[in-house]
Nanobody, 122 residues
Framework: QVQLVESGGGSVQAGGSLRLSCAAS????????MGWFRQAPGKEREGVAR???????IYADSVRGRFTISKDNAKNTLYLQMSSLKPEDTAMYYC????????????????WGQGTQVTVGS
């Protein structure tokens, strides 16, 4: 049974930092495209960042230069380091995994976590 468990969310002031973690079980993250998505109230879910199976990292324009996605294959854990946070980054953040593609552009990734809330005050 695949489980993705996010942690690390919380409330910070604008300009602050947070690191999200996604602990995976039931799959080996090195064999999956791994990504972070977010959804703010009243808005559509959007892709934030993803690591392809090749190791290439891809970022949304809105977070490039502020967020860093990484993974520790030995710990089977995905991370999202978020810096220079803005109020518009406030959302529920979800970890996702897919054996082929996790961009979400053609279809949703196969596996999802329950999410962790990030709130950025102005």
């Amino acid at each position: 049974q695949v489980q993705l468990v996010e942690s690390g969310g919380g409330s910070v002031q604008a300009g602050g930092s947070l690191r999200l973690s996604c602990a995976a079980s039931g799959l080996t993250i090195s064999r999956y495209c791994m990504g972070w998505f977010r959804q703010a109230p009243g808005k559509e879910r959007e892709g934030v960042a993803r690591i392809l199976i090749s190791g290439t990292s891809i970022y949304a324009d809105s977070v490039r230069g502020r967020f860093t996605i990484s993974k520790d294959n030995a710990k089977n854990t995905l991370y999202l380091q978020m810096s220079s946070l803005k109020p518009e980054d406030t959302a529920m953040y979800y970890c996702a995994a897919d054996p082929i593609s996790c961009s979400g552009s053609d279809r949703p990734p196969a596996y999802w976590g329950q999410g962790t809330q990030v709130t950025v005050g102005s």
